[in-house]
Each structure stands twice: as structure tokens, then as C-alpha cells.
């Protein structure tokens, strides 16, 4: 049985989600975090204006020309908010936009969306709409007949569903489909200082979350307590939450958890893995210490990790291939101990994914990718070292490149006492 806490500590524990804790004679009460001492660091922030939307068009129209590609069919998600700024849940009813390698890009939605497709409209564009016994495919193509491009490869953006593809083959038999990853990801993956703006002020929410956090973490609590504090400090900093991911213990040995109850412990791991949004663009920073005072093992591999962290960051550099990011590490890990490889114990997963409007975005720091780092470029650093059985250590700051090199989001830390700085 786990001691009462201090009336001043209930406070805190229930976090946003207001979770139930036992008062004097058990009696089940709920709380909220004393938030007072935080207030909202976003707003000097810009969201993505039409300037810059139409930059993205002219982009990817130019992208389309240098890879022969007529017309490029993007399904909602979040590279339809990236060119046209619309926000659209996906259903079995379609949305999507054309952008044809010229003129104005085509929205396709059914009639009794159009109204609200409109609102977030962020670009001047076409809208064609469906009604309900009609093929929402058939607009896509008659579009396509229209501007004359049918006969040309036409892209779809890689993460489009099934049913979009198939249908657009049915509607223009013949048609001769592609990727659209050279247009696509050749727009995403190059951050402008207005994106990476938004990045860095989500990443400032995160760390200042984090901070405020921490010292309210108490003996006994569960991941959801800490989580439920965790996300209501960044939404009170003007984040939005995307994901909090709290491993305590052996937990931490496994990357993305265990379903087995867990408590805050003494002389056990915290792992914290946690990010936000601001103004559509993510964060994604992971924490990890000691509850009380660390073990020599627990510190010695918390500073290998650092390093390999930093020795990550160092093989960063313009023009090197992604994949020999994640080589350097596994080399260094492997003069240490560890691996080889993706065996246990040692890193078992890459050391880092691009990051933007997603979390996970393309391309990864992983071993055989050749793409080569360019300016804009951002990506996690995150070379985790996990001891099954007993803890692991994941340390994550994400960088973008500039052309001087890489340039962190969120400083890491240098000392498993100081995880926050």
C-alpha cells in the first residue's frame, strides 16, 4: 500500500483529465494542476499565409515538370493542409486536391461540403463537387480531360488509400499512374524558416512543459498521472498535445512500452517521450532519468547515449547520405558493447525520422538511406539504448540543417541529474 500524499501534492496528480484520487477516509474527489505560474509562449506565432502556399504550388508544379509528371491527386490529410490549407478528416467520401503541372490546383468534395471545404481554403483554387450516387472519381478524371493532362502520368501522394487509385484507374483506363514522392516529398522534406519557425515554437512548449512537469512527478504515480500533467502544461504554454509516452522501470527497456502496471519507483528510470503541435507543425522530445539517485549503470549508459546522441549529430552534415547517420552510431555503440546491429542489448530501432507537419515524416536517419542531408531538412535524434529486463535510455532532440550544419530545436542535456538543463 502506497503511502497518503501530501494534501498540496493531490493537487497536481489528477492532471487536466481531472483523474479521481482518495481524500481524508477515502473519499474520491477530483483535482486540477495549479497552472497559474504558466501562460501561452505561441502568440507571436504565424500560421502558413497564401504567400507561402503559393510558393508550395510553384514548387511542386516545378517538381512536376523535371519528372514529367501531368497532374499529382493528394487525398486529405496533411499534405492537402500543407498546399491548400484545407483540414479534412478522411471518410469513405473523398476529398482530394489536383494540382496539374499548370494553372490552378482542383478541389474535389462532395456538394454538401463544399461550404466548409471553403473555409479553410488557403489558396485560389477550382472546387468540383460529387453528389452521393455519383463517382467521386469520375470528377477527378473529368478534370484531368479538361486541362488535357489524361494522357499524361499522373502522381498520387504515397499515403492516398486504395480505393482512390483503383477508382481513378477505373475512370481513365489506361491512364499511366506514379508516384508522387519526387513532388511531394521533394516540397516537404525542405523546411522554410516559416515552418521551421512553427517547429521551434512547438519544441519551446514542449521543454517548458517538461520543466514545469518534473518537479510535480511524485513517488507512486502512474504514466497517466504524469502524462495528464504533462498535457495539461502544454496546453496552458498554447501547445496542443499530439502524444505522451511515459515508461517507468523495465518499461523503458522496451521503445514504445509495456501494458504491465507501472508506478514511479525509487532509483527507477522515467522515460518520457512526448510532443505537441503549433499551428500544424509537431515536436518530439524525450526525456530520460532517474527517480532518486541513479546506479552506476544507469549512469553509464545515460552518458552513452549522450554521446551517441552527439555523435549523431556530428555525422549530420550537408550532403552526407541519411543512412550514414545511423552507421556512425551503431559503430560507436558496437566499440562500446552493444549490438551489432539491431540486437539487444543495444539499439534496436533507427536513429531518427523527418519531422514537420508529422511526427514521422520521410527521410529517417536508418541504415541504406541515401538521400543526401540538404539545408531545411529536419529530423530526431534519438539513439536509444534499451537492456531488456532491466531499463533503457532514450534521449531526443530534434535539428534542421542549415548550411552550416546541424542546428538543434531543443539543447540536450548533459547530465542524467539535469535532464531539463
Known sequence: MQPLLSIDRRRVLAGAASLPLLGVAGVVRAAEPDLSALADITTATRPIDRAERDGRIARAQALMKANNIGAVLIESGSSLIYFTGVRWSRSERLTAVVIPVEGRPCIVTPFFEEPSIRESLGIVADVRVWQEDEDALGVVAGFLKDRKLADRPIGIEETTRYFAVDGLARALPGAKIVSANPVVRGCRMIKTPAEIALMQAATDV????????????????????????MNAATRKLGGS???????????????????????????????????????????????????????AEQRKVWDQVRAGQATAFAAAQIGTPAGQVDDAVRRYYIANGYGPDYRLPGLSHRTGHGIGMDGHEPVNLVRGEKT??????????????????????RLEDCFHMTAAGPKWFSIPPTSIEKPFG
Do not use: N
Not at 514542449?206 to 500533467?229: F, N, V
Not at 536509444?384 to 532491466?390: M, N
Open 241 to 295: 498535445p499530439e502524444f505522451e509516452l511515459i515508461l517507468l522501470g523495465e518499461a523503458a527497456a522496451y521503445p514504445h512500452g509495456s501494458g504491465k502496471p507501472q508506478r514511479v519507483t525509487d532509483g527507477e528510470v522515467v522515460l518520457m517521450d512526448c510532443g505537441c503541435t503549433v499551428q500544424s507543425y509537431q515536436s518530439d522530445v524525450s526525456r530520460t532519468f532517474v527517480f532518486g539517485a541513479a546506479s
Open 372 to 393: 543526401p542531408l540538404a539545408v531545411g531538412m529536419c529530423f530526431s535524434d534519438e539513439p536509444g539504448l534499451y537492456l531488456p529486463g532491466k531499463f533503457g535510455v
Open 206 to 229: 514542449t521543454i517548458a512543459a517538461y520543466r514545469w512537469t518534473y518537479p510535480r512527478i511524485e513517488k507512486g504515480m502512474t504514466p497517466q498521472q504524469i502524462g495528464a500533467l
